[in-house]
T-cell receptor
C-alpha cells in the first residue's frame, strides 16, 4: 500500500517566521514529490516539485527530499498571513498518478 | 493558462439517483483524473484516464464509473448515489510524461 502521511495540524507560526511542513511516504519506489497549496474552498495549486535528494529553492519556498529516510519537507521563509492554507504533499510512483497525503493546515498569525 | 472546468460548484441529489459530474479541459492533456476530498483523508483517486475511451481504477472506484468519449471531457458517474458519497469531487488533468496536475474548481456534492 502506497501511503503519504502528513500531520493535519494546524501548524501556527507568527508572521515573518519559517514554517516547516513535513511529509513521510511508505514506498521507496516513489519517483518525485509535489507540494500543493489549497486555500479554503478552492482547488489545489502546485507550489513546487522535487525528485532529487537535497534541497530545491523557489523564492520563499524550499523543498527538501531525503529518500533514505523517506521524507520530504517544505520550508516557507518569511511566512505571510496569505500563506495560511492547507498544504498537500503528493508522491508519484509512476504512471502519471499522484498519491496525496491528508494535508497540513498552516496558520500564519500577524 | 490551463483551464479545467467542472460543470457544477454545488450539487444536491437524492439517494438512489444517477449523478453525472462533468469535467472539461482545454489544454489537450492526455491524462484526466477524478478525486474525492474528505476532511482528514486528503485527495483519494477514484478513476483516471490516459486516453480517449481508456480508464483505470484508482484507490476507491466502488460505486463510481467514468466515461471519456472525447479527449477534453471526462465524466464521473454515480450509478446510485448514496449518502456516503457526499464529498468534494475534484477533476484534474496533466500531459503525458508530466505529473503536474491542474485541478478544476471542485464540485461539492451532497446526497440526501
Amino acid at each position: 500500500q502506497k501511503e503519504v502521511e502528513q500531520n493535519s495540524g494546524p501548524l501556527s507560526v507568527p508572521e515573518g517566521a519559517i514554517a516547516s511542513l513535513n511529509c513521510t511516504y511508505s514506498d521507496r519506489g516513489s519517483q518525485s514529490f509535489f507540494w500543493y497549496r489549497q486555500y479554503s474552498g478552492k482547488s489545489p495549486e502546485l507550489i513546487m516539485f522535487i525528485y532529487s535528494n537535497g534541497d530545491k529553492e523557489d523564492g520563499r519556498f524550499t523543498a527538501q527530499l531525503n529518500k533514505a529516510s523517506q521524507y520530504v519537507s517544505l520550508l516557507i521563509r518569511d511566512s505571510q498571513p496569505s500563506d495560511s492554507a492547507t498544504y498537500l504533499c503528493a508522491a508519484d510512483w509512476g504512471g502519471n498518478m499522484l498519491t496525496f497525503g491528508g494535508g497540513t493546515r498552516l496558520m500564519v498569525k500577524p | 493558462d490551463v483551464k479545467v472546468t467542472q460543470s457544477s460548484r454545488y450539487l444536491v441529489k437524492r439517494t438512489g439517483e444517477k449523478v453525472f459530474l462533468e469535467c472539461v479541459q482545454d489544454m489537450d492533456h492526455e491524462n484526466m483524473f477524478w478525486y474525492r476530498q474528505d476532511p482528514g483523508l486528503g485527495l483519494r483517486l477514484i478513476y483516471f484516464s490516459y486516453d480517449v475511451k481508456m480508464k483505470e481504477k484508482g484507490d476507491i472506484p466502488e460505486g463510481y464509473s467514468v466515461s471519456r468519449e472525447k479527449k477534453e471531457r471526462f465524466s464521473l458517474i454515480l450509478e446510485s448515489a448514496s449518502t456516503n458519497q457526499t464529498s468534494m469531487y475534484l477533476c484534474a488533468s496533466s500531459p503525458t510524461g508530466d505529473t503536474e496536475a491542474f485541478f478544476g474548481q471542485g464540485t461539492r456534492l451532497t446526497v440526501v
